[in-house]
C-alpha cells in the first residue's frame, strides 16, 4: 500500500530522504513597475474571451489593475491624438504599436522542477515568465506544501521573478502511513485545508476514499485534479472521479476506461508489469483504440455526463509527444542552450529516471501512438465543441518536455486537435481562470480585472511558434533567415519583465554549468 504513495506516475518521489528540496527562488531583480499609472500604446487586443482580434488599442492599469480599454479606430488610419488616454503623472507609457496583447497564460500543471532534474526554482520560474506564463497550477510537489506555500506568498508579493501559483498537494502527501479508511481521508483533506492549500492532487486510490476525500474537498470548496493511474482505473475511472467532485482530470488516463464496451480492464500483455516504464508507456499506447470509437453510443454518454458535471479536462498532451516522435522531443532546437546539463541527464534512456523509458522505442510504438492521439484529440475537440472547459496544461520537466516551451507546443497541439486558434488562447487563458477558480481577477483583458499580459511582436493566431523563446524561422524578401518572435514582454501584476532578458538569464545559467562540469549535449548511445 505504503509503496504506491511514493512513486508517482509524474516522477514525484514523495517519500522524504530520496529527493533534496529545490533551491528556492533569490530576491527579484528583474521588471519594471508597477506604476500608479501604465498605458500600453497601440496593441492589437486578443482578450482571451473568444473574441477576435481588435486594435489599435491602448491598455490602461493602474497600478496592478486594467482601469481602461480604449480601442483608437481602423489599423493603419490616423489616431487622432486627443482620443488617447492622456498619462497622469508619474505613469509610464510602453509602446507597443502593432504588437499582440493577450491575457498572461495559465500552466494548468507546473511542477517547480525536482532534485532528480537538478534544476532551481529561478531557472523554472523564468522559463515559464519568459514564455508569459504568469500564473501557475502546482499539481503536488516532491518539494512539499510548505515549500510551495512560501514561494506562492513571496511571488503573490512579487518578491521573486515567477508566476502566480496555486498549490495542489499530492493526495496523503505528509501522513506517516497510507491512508487506508475514508475517516483518514477526511482528516487529511481537513488538514490540506487548514494548512492553506488551494486543493488536492490525486493518483487514484480505492473507490470509498476517493468518494470520501473528493466530497469532503468539494465540501470546503477547494478543487482538484487526478492523474488516473492504470493501478487504479479498473476500479475507479475518471467517470468515477467526476461523479464525485473532482474538478479536473490531467492527462488522458481513466478516461478511455470510461470508454470501455467489450471489456472491464485494459488489454494488458500477460508479462506486462506497471512498475516497468517500457511495459507502461508502450501499452498505453494501444488503449485508445480499447475504447467506444469516436461519436458512439457510449462515447456520447460519458462526454455528456462530464460536460454535465461542469469538468475540466487538462490533457497534457505535449507531455506524451516523444511517444510518436521521439526524435523531434530529443532533437527540440532549445535544448543545447535552455536545457540544463543535469535535466539533459534525467531525460536521457534510464530505469531509474521516471518518463526515461526507451528501452527499446521505434517505429511500432511510434505509430501506435500516432493513432492514439487522434482518437485522444478527437474526443478533446469535441468536449471542447459541445461546450466543455479544456485547459493548458504541460507537466514539463520530464520526457524531453522543457518549461515554458512546452506550453507553446501545447497550444500547437490544441490547434491540430482542432481547435481555431482563438479557442486555443481562450484555453490557455480564461479557461484556465476559471478551472483554479480566479476568473474574476484573471483571464481575460477586461476593465477591473489583473495587469497580466503576454506582448508578443508578431501574430499568434497565424503561427504560434511566434511565442517559442527561441522565435519562429522566416525567410525574407531578400532570402535572409531571420527569426520572428517570442515573447517581449510579460506584464504581471503591472510589473513589466523584458521576456527575452529572462531567458537570456536562463542561458547563462545553463552555460555557465555546463562550462563548470564541461558538460556537452550528445545523443543517446553515440
Ligand atoms: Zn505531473
Redesign the pocket.
Known sequence: MRKQFILFA?GIFLATGLCAQVQKAPDRKEGEGPWPQLIIRGVILINGTGAPPAGPADIVVGKNRITNIVMLGSPGAPVNPQDRPVLAPGGKELNAAGMYLMPGFVDM?G?IGGAAQGVSAEYVFKLWMGHGITTVRE??SMNGLDWVLEEKEKSRQNLVTAPRLKAYTVFGQGSKTAISTPAEAIAWVDENAKKGADGIKFFGAPPEIMKAALEENKHLGLRSAC?HKQMDVARWNALSSARAGLTSM?HWYGLPEALFTDKTIENFPLNYNYSNEQDRFEEAGKLWKQAAPPYSEQWNKVMNEMLSLDFTIDPTFNIYEANRDLMRARRAEWHEEYTMPSLWKFYEPSRQSHGSYWHSWGTEQEVSWKENYRLWMTFINEYKNRGGRVTVGT?AGFIYELYGFAYVRELELLREAGFHPLEVIRSATLYGAQALGMDKEIGSVEVGKLADFVIVDANPLENLQVLYGTGAVTLTDKNEVVRRGGVKYTIKDGIVYDAKKLLEDVRRMVADEKAKTGFKITQPGF
Do not use: A, I, L
Request: aromatic share 0%.
Open positions: 509524474c500543471h511542477h499539481p503536488g492523474h490531467e507537466d
